[in-house]
């Protein structure tokens, strides 16, 4: 029985202490092809898909929403689809415990430039912005904006064209550029 377990119990620790939790493809340094933030923004962990940026005081859910809105338009996006997660919880007696939605933007002229080279990365498409409540590291209830970065999202696709890696940066630091003014409820 010992030696049973131990010979089932031996690959798993090894796995355990040798796998690492993510793709080795996913794992870089490589700071070429991310985004660009503005002066004031946090940086870029290459390492997470997620880019989150707190909301200034005082900017209320729905002023980022109209932020958000004339700045896509102003950028050439369009908001084809918004997904108000935390009301659907709602309506099934789910406490979402703050904001919680998702509001879906593209740029046909940036995102068409990666999906002609890599018609997968669609999966990927639209790009995404969250408005979530979370608490701080002061432990108080924050409005957050969250970003799915597509220069990470590229980082799915084998062999990456240039233009392809050039437009997801640019649609990142484009996208990375609204929310920084949305943030802050600029219009």
Known sequence: MVKLMAAFLLPVLICISGCSHQ???LVTNDTKWIGKVSKGMPAIDPGNAIYELPVNEGVSHQDVIDSLKSLSEGKNFVNPAN??????MKLRGQDPGGVLEVRAFCNLGLGAEIMQDHPEFIVFAPCRIAIYEKMDANNIKRLYLGLDRPTFDLKNIKQPTERAKRAAQELETTLLEIMDKAR???L
């Open 23 to 25: 793709p080795k493809a």
């Open 83 to 88: 997904f108000p997660i935390g009301e659907h």
């Open 184 to 186: 802050k409820g600029d």
